[in-house]
């Protein structure tokens, strides 16, 4: 499965975006899915997931109580809405499926497919 991110821009201080991650082709409801980021040459940095089954969600300190991440089973689609954002929170954004873990999710880029690493999506927060 390879997934796509989208509905990244351009926002100020405070502001609120909110991501999409899709596919075609699969079920989104069978992965957990999680969402990283990354910035010109650091690592990249799982911030949410979500599991498959039960939708459990693990969120990583620097983003707990701003960002939520949510599944619409209807639309196929994971979503990463981002509330109060910060200029630290400018980056690429990816979605990413992991089929092997039942139940559970970890915000280690190990943990998932290495093919479903689609294009990302730029945030930029800045006034």
């Known amino acids: 499965v390879q997934l796509q991110a989208s509905g990244g821009g351009l926002v100020q201080p405070g502001g609120s975006l909110r991501l999409s991650c899709t596919t075609s082709?699969?079920?989104?409801?069978?992965?957990?899915i999680g969402w990283f980021r990354q910035t010109p040459g650091n690592e990249r940095e799982g911030i949410s997931c979500?599991?498959?089954?039960?939708?459990?969600?693990f969120y990583a300190d620097s983003v707990k109580g701003r960002f939520t991440i949510s599944r619409n089973s209807a639309k196929n689609t994971v979503y990463l809405q981002m509330n109060n954002l910060k200029p630290e929170d400018t980056a690429v954004y990816y979605c990413?499926?992991?089929?092997?873990?039942?139940?559970?999710?970890?915000?280690?880029?190990?943990?998932?497919?290495?093919?479903?690493w689609g294009r990302g999506t730029l945030v930029t927060v800045s006034s």
């Open positions: 990413a499926a992991d089929g092997e873990s039942i139940g559970s999710c970890g915000l280690g880029h190990y943990y998932y497919d290495e093919h479903s």
């Open positions: 979500i599991s498959s089954p039960g939708d459990g969600t």
């Open positions: 082709g699969s079920t989104l409801d069978d992965y957990a």
